[in-house]
């Protein structure tokens, strides 16, 4: 059966707080904390971009993997800060973890959906024997305009995933995507920053598809909330995924282990499937999960995994998740933060 | 002058309505008026909105709402004064069917806000102060109602508690009322811990941002009579006036002078008195407005307002209910749309459909709605009869 033969995270060490920058524009931090349940992001070193973040968890994943980089047959990156707008992020993801030359190679884009639409594609073609195993990244260092609401959470990591016949941990039991034409959030061609619809982004939006991709994986598979050990969402702030979880049928504690966006933000194409590294983190045999992204514009994929016994001998191969947003981290101020993110630049 | 009265009501969903354009959300209620007026024809018609070049990009809604509603080629009128737009075509109404011009008049609002963001909506909302002499400096109307707020605290005593409880008390009234857009009870606490938006005031002391429509068909009361309607709802007063449209013109900014001159108008041709008025709708566009506007109309001492909310003078069951439909707080504010919708819920008190929210044995009643600080306000008394 086809699904995951290797996973692997990668968050900068780097963080701000909701406070420091309500300070900066006068915002009432304290209803950002409890109104969207953030407390701090991760940002990322000058050095570090969409690129680096994929290699550095696409290594995570081959160590998981233990295979032979060059039996990778796909290299597909998705993101909505691929560096260069002509020249994919993917040939030097590819390159990097010794995958090339023979390996087709896209990148995706899709809001914060590129991650899973990556992943979807990939398991796809591997499913069909396209090749023997394909490498899927969600990386973004995302981009929030000054004083916006989406300063608080825009934020900075990657999730990779291969996926393969053999070694299989993590079976794809359904896949499912749900998706229509909404304008609720965009960047054009040569702005910087995003702009979006405020309170249009919810309902009609992030709900209505992930409410679609859900109920549609879930009746495809005459399934029940309960079946699910875990359950993650796309998380732009910490109340979405909560709320669109008991709209759904789930507990807290189902949504719990893979709910990272309080401490790290809205790593946007790896949101969700960062959740789902900190969920196969702590995931015991036999155990389902059901994860479904959102991205602007806009869609979800959902997909059901089965975990087998085999996640005992991959999981500890690589550092774990919640170690990277736990772990050693550095905090830095407000103009810091502008300078690393390129907000502001020297004369 | 004829006398007028008003002989059916309709009022749709309000809230954040992606899927309707402004002609839809119009028409729907304006279906719902004439249905319940159970007449065949329009003679005329006033529709009141603020903005909707602003808010949908789309002026001359006039021709285009008549178009839509299949009323072609009667006349058709949009009327605009900011916030008080839809005050002003239920007074171009009466005015119309008292005079003898028409007999069968339809008078409506409307409003569709949230296809701009909230930057475009502040905007939008502006444009009903003075743009060169406020808006170019800066001042949003939150801003201008906050400076509004400090004034009374300072020269009366009002307290931000005091100000907490109009948002309270028009939340109680709207939860039992199934048309409003947040029909749910909050605290003094939840208003005082809410998101500040121009200080003393928070979010919970604003109204908010609505797409919705409100309509109603006036006609005289002699054929009101003919059709058998009961109760006859009567205008039986009409005041309209305006002041300075800046807020640092004015000798007192917590004074709505328009409000308090509009009002005298009305009790003149009513014969009627404060006293007289056994529940009022008022433009509660932030929770000091109710307060400085119960004052202008006469219902407490100037400076009285803050402490007739605490002393529950102004609640379902107080001396003087005021918003007994939620409010603008609680029911939603499609600018345009809130002078008719004022109507609407004296009309539902008269005839005894207020639910739970009923006012017994109300017999007069009163609606007060006002543009930008109360550059214009239009007040109006209603007999049952």
């Not at chain 1, 949504?255 to 960062?274: F, Q, R």
């Not at chain 2, 508690?161 to 309270?168: D, F, H, I, L, N």
């Not at chain 2, 409100?214 to 009567?234: F, Q, R």
Request: proline share 4%.
């Amino acid at each position: 059966m086809t699904g995951i033969v290797g996973y692997g995270a990668y968050i900068p060490r780097y963080r701000i707080k909701v406070e420091e920058i309500a300070k900066v524009w006068g915002a009432d931090a304290p209803a950002y904390k409890k109104g969207l349940m953030l407390e701090e992001k991760s940002v990322p070193f000058p050095d570090q971009d969409t690129i680096t973040l994929s290699v550095e968890a696409s290594k995570n994943a081959l160590q998981r993997a233990d295979i032979d980089p060059r039996e990778i047959g796909a290299v597909y990156v998705g993101s909505e800060s691929h560096p260069y707008a002509v020249k994919p992020s993917g040939t030097i993801v590819a390159e990097a973890v010794g995958a090339n030359p023979d390996c087709h190679c896209a990148d995706f884009e899709f809001a914060c959906k590129a991650g899973t639409e990556a992943m979807y594609v990939c398991y796809g073609l591997v499913k069909a024997g396209e090749f023997k195993y394909g490498l899927a990244v969600g990386a973004d260092t995302s981009q929030g305009a000054p004083g916006d609401a989406l300063e608080y959470s825009a934020s900075a990591g990657a999730a990779a995933f291969i996926f393969g016949k053999e070694k299989v941990f993590a079976e794809v039991e359904a896949t499912y995507s749900y998706m229509s034409d909404t304008p609720d959030f965009w960047r054009r061609e040569y702005q910087y920053y995003p702009q979006h619809g405020g309170r249009f982004t919810g309902e009609q939006a992030y709900f209505k598809h992930i409410l679609g991709a859900a109920r549609g994986i879930i009746e495809k598979t005459n399934a029940q909330p309960e079946d699910f050990n875990h359950v993650i969402f796309h998380q732009p702030n910490g109340k979405f995924p909560l709320k669109v979880g008991k709209m759904l049928g789930f507990s807290r504690e189902q949504i719990e282990a893979g709910l990272l966006v309080p401490k790290i933000g809205n790593t946007y194409s790896g949101s969700s499937p960062l959740g789902l590294t900190a969920v196969l983190d702590i995931a015991k045999s036999g155990e389902r999960i059901l994860i479904v992204s959102f991205g602007s514009g806009a869609g979800s994929d959902a997909f059901i995994f089965r975990v087998t016994e085999r996640i005992n001998e991959v999981r500890d191969k690589a550092p774990k998740t919640r170690e990277m947003i736990d772990g050693k981290k550095f905090y830095v101020d407000y103009g810091t933060y502008a300078k690393f993110r390129g907000k502001i630049l020297k004369g | 002058m004829r006398e007028v009265a008003i002989i059916g009501v309709g009022m749709n969903e309000w809230g954040e309505l992606w899927e309707k354009p402004l002609r839809e959300i119009f028409v729907e209620a304006a279906l719902l008026a004439i249905d319940d007026a159970g007449v065949k024809r329009i003679d005329s018609m006033y529709v009141g909105s603020m903005s909707s070049g602003l808010f949908v990009g789309q002026e001359h809604i006039a021709s285009l709402l008549a178009d839509y509603l299949g009323m072609t080629p009667i006349p058709s009128a949009r009327v605009e004064s900011a916030c008080a737009s839809g005050g002003l075509a239920l007074r171009q109404g009466f005015i119309d069917v008292a005079s003898g011009m028409s007999e069968i008049v339809l008078v409506g609002g409307v409003e569709k806000m949230t296809d701009v963001g909230g930057g475009e909506a502040t905007f939008a909302l502006g444009t009903a102060a003075d743009q060169e002499y406020e808006c170019y400096h800066g001042v949003t109307f939150p801003g201008l109602y906050a400076l509004i707020a400090k004034a009374h605290m300072h020269q009366y005593g009002t307290t931000r508690e005091q100000m907490a409880m109009v948002a309270v008390k028009n939340h109680r009234n709207g939860s039992k009322n199934p048309a409003a857009q947040y029909p749910f009870e909050i605290t003094v606490d939840d208003v005082l811990k809410s998101t500040l938006v121009a200080d003393p005031l928070r979010l919970l002391d604003c109204s908010p941002i609505t797409d919705g429509a409100a309509a109603a068909v006036l006609c005289p009361v002699e054929l009101a009579k003919k059709l058998k309607k009961d109760p006859i709802v009567k205008i039986i007063g009409s005041g309209h006036a305006t002041d300075f449209t800046a807020l640092h013109s004015k000798e007192d900014i917590t004074w709505p002078a328009a409000t308090a001159k509009a009002a005298e108008r009305a009790y003149k041709m009513s014969e009627k008195k404060p006293g007289d008025i056994d529940f009022v709708e008022v433009h509660d566009c932030f929770t000091i407005a109710e307060i400085c506007v119960t004052e202008a109309l006469g219902l407490f001492e100037k400076g009285q307002g803050g402490k007739a909310v605490e002393k529950g003078l102004t609640s379902l069951e107080g001396k003087i209910p005021v918003n007994t439909s939620g409010g603008l707080k609680s029911k939603g504010h499609p600018v345009g749309a809130t002078g008719i919708a004022q109507v609407i819920e004296v009309v539902k008190q008269f005839r005894e459909e207020a639910g739970e929210r009923q006012v017994k044995d109300a017999k007069i009643g009163m609606t007060q709605n006002m543009g930008g600080t109360g550059g214009s306000c239009l007040v109006h008394i209603f007999e049952k009869e």
